[in-house]
């Protein structure tokens, strides 16, 4: 229609034109029109298509893969032994869970845990060291060597290699920090029995 329209016919006229195209999408063929069709994916690889079975294959492969190295790296970033620690200390936990709240003298567990402990102060704690080794050897364990003898402390107690000579070669900064820590310590010690003497 030419000229001048008014807005309902306007209107009209669109809404007859929508109806009849969608008629006409609907009668379409679904080959034509692409209904039901999968979904086309462009791939770097395949100019245009779906992915090859092989494909598919080998990048369920790489992910199975990664998932093991995955799972293998995050016992190892735990740390194997801390791990083992932990299911060793879960296990002792379930233990005393399981046992009774009182326990008196006679009870063989306790007796042997606590007989099991080594203080520093005590006088026969190198004989009980010696005995743990002598021990662990007759069981057959994989026994270390140990350096006997006295050396500087650090930070972590770790001792030193049993080869090692006696000779300190380091920058001082473990002493350093032992001495500033002892000082401290010192000072707090004094602070509170000089309280004490005020009250």
Same mark, same amino acid.
């Given at each position: 229609?030419?000229?001048?329209?008014?807005?309902?016919?306007?209107?009209? @006229?669109?809404?007859?034109?929508?109806?009849?195209?969608?008629?006409? *999408?609907?009668?379409?063929?679904?080959?034509?029109?692409?209904?039901?069709? #999968?979904?086309? &994916?462009?791939?770097?690889?395949?100019?245009?298509?779906?992915?090859?079975?092989?494909?598919?294959?080998?990048?369920?492969?790489?992910?199975?893969?990664?998932?093991?190295?995955?799972?293998?790296?995050?016992?190892?970033?735990?740390?194997?032994?801390?791990?083992?620690?932990?299911?060793?200390?879960?296990?002792?936990?379930?233990? $005393? &869970?399981?046992?009774? &709240?009182?326990?008196?003298?006679?009870?063989?567990?306790?007796?042997?845990?606590?007989? @099991?402990? !080594?203080?520093?102060? #005590?006088?026969?704690?190198?004989?009980?060291?010696?005995?743990?080794?002598?021990?662990?050897?007759?069981?057959?364990?994989?026994?270390?060597?140990?350096?006997?003898?006295?050396?500087?402390? %650090?930070? *972590?107690? !770790?001792?030193?290699?049993?080869?090692?000579?006696? $000779?300190?070669?380091?920058?001082? *900064?473990?002493?350093?920090?032992?001495?500033?820590?002892?000082?401290? #310590?010192?000072? %707090?010690? @004094? *602070?509170?029995?000089? !309280?004490?003497?005020? @009250?």
């Amino acid at each position: 229609m030419a000229g001048l329209q008014s807005a309902e016919a306007l209107k009209k @006229e669109s809404e007859q034109i929508r109806e009849r195209e969608k008629k006409m *999408f609907e009668e379409m063929d679904a080959s034509i029109s692409g209904r039901y069709a #999968d979904t086309t &994916v462009r791939q770097k690889q395949i100019k245009r298509g779906r992915e090859k079975t092989e494909d598919k294959e080998k990048k369920e492969r790489e992910a199975k893969k990664q998932a093991e190295l995955e799972e293998k790296y995050k016992l190892w970033s735990k740390g194997v032994s801390q791990a083992q620690e932990r299911e060793k200390l879960l296990e002792d936990m379930a233990k $005393v &869970v399981a046992e009774p &709240v009182a326990r008196m003298a006679d009870d063989e567990e306790m007796n042997r845990h606590l007989k @099991e402990q !080594i203080y520093e102060e #005590d006088p026969m704690a190198a004989m009980l060291h010696k005995k743990k080794r002598d021990e662990a050897l007759d069981r057959g364990d994989l026994v270390y060597p140990t350096y006997q003898g006295a050396y500087p402390p %650090n930070r *972590f107690g !770790i001792r030193p290699g049993y080869r090692w000579d006696g $000779v300190d070669r380091s920058n001082g *900064f473990e002493a350093r920090l032992a001495q500033a820590k002892n000082k401290r #310590d010192a000072q %707090n010690r @004094e *602070f509170y029995q000089n !309280i004490q003497c005020y @009250e």
